[in-house]
C-alpha cells in the first residue's frame, strides 16, 4: 500500500509560510489603517471644504437668527 500524504516536514514547512503570509497580511494591514486613520493628515487634506461648509452653516444660522429677532 502507498502512502500518498505529504511528509511531516512538507506541513510543517507550508504551516510556517502560512503563518509568513498571514503576519505579512496583518502587518501590512496595520499599516494602512495607520494610514488611513491618521487624523492630522486627513485634516490637512481636507481643511478647505470644511472651512468652507462651517462658513456655510454659519451664514445660514445667522441669517435665520436675525430673520426670527427682527420681526
Known sequence: ???NL???????????????QLHNSVTELRSTLKERLDVKKTAR???APA??????VGLALGY???AVFTD
Open 1 to 3: 500500500m502507498t502512502n
Open 6 to 20: 505529504p511528509a511531516a516536514e512538507v506541513l510543517e514547512a507550508r504551516a510556517a509560510e502560512q503563518r509568513r
Open 45 to 47: 487634506e481636507h481643511l
Open 51 to 56: 472651512a468652507g461648509l462651517a462658513a456655510v
Open 64 to 66: 435665520t437668527l436675525t
